[in-house]
């Protein structure tokens, strides 16, 4: 599969998901691909998470990906069961106005209410394109990569970096830099490279392009 060139929509449910899933493959790819982040939740609901949204903003600079890049909704945290046709509407306009090429959104294993109404709804609006899932390690149950991307010791340290910024959950075992780089090494041996991304496969839609005979 093939970054370059296309228009990449990263769909999270809380400040926080994108980056543990995908901020290695974010910092490789940022700067030269036509990327959307999107978050459902900014969490502002809890006055114990009122640094949050800098801390969003600052860690996805770190990757690359400027404040014009982010989307940030204010769905009500834990309560995305109940608001399931609004975020699916709200899919369906990112899907008008970006016309993603591919979709990454959370694993399938993943049982975090919010984020398991995420992947559904993502499912139903963005037929017809290719839609990978990431792990977030905290909530997912039986997530096996099927789908690795090589990334560097740069796009690495830049991941690393990048949750540093959230200074609100330092003290979450899963923030640990010996955990998120040990997951890297794990993903990048099943794929034989030094260092991984791995996603799951949700849909995958593909062309033969057999050029001019």
């Known amino acids: 599969m093939i ?19 995908c901020g290695a493959l974010l910092a490789n790819i940022s700067r030269s691909t036509n990327v959307l982040c999107a978050t459902v939740s900014d969490n502002q ?9 800098a801390e ?45 090429d591919i979709v990454f959104v959370h694993s399938q294993s993943d049982i975090h209410q919010d984020h398991a109404v995420v ?10 394109i290719s839609v990978l899932g ?6 997912s149950y039986g997530f096996f990569p099927h789908f690795l991307v090589e990334v560097t010791e740069k796009d690495t340290q830049l991941k690393l970096k990048a949750l540093a910024e959230y200074e609100t959950y330092q003290s979450k075992y899963y923030f640990s830099p010996q955990i998120i780089r040990s997951t890297l090494i794990r993903h990048g041996a099943l794929a034989e490279r030094p ?5 799951d496969i949700l849909r995958i839609v593909g062309n ?5 005979h």
């Open 119 to 128: 992947t559904t709804e993502a499912l139903r609006a963005f037929r017809g």
């Open 208 to 212: 033969f392009d057999v050029g001019e």
């Open 134 to 139: 990431f792990d977030v390690l905290r909530s």
């Open 45 to 53: 609901k809890n006055p114990e998470l009122r640094n949050l949204v």
């Open 195 to 199: 260092f991984a991304e791995g996603f």
């Open 56 to 100: 969003h903003y600052r860690s996805m600079g770190i990757l690359g990906v400027p404040e014009d890049r982010v989307v940030l909704k204010d769905f009500e945290t834990r309560n995305f069961p109940r608001d399931r046709q609004n975020i699916l509407e709200f899919l369906y306009d990112l899907g008008r106005s970006f016309d993603p």
């Open 3 to 21: 970054f370059y060139g296309k228009k990449i929509l990263f769909v999270g449910a809380h400040p926080d998901d994108i980056e543990i899933g």
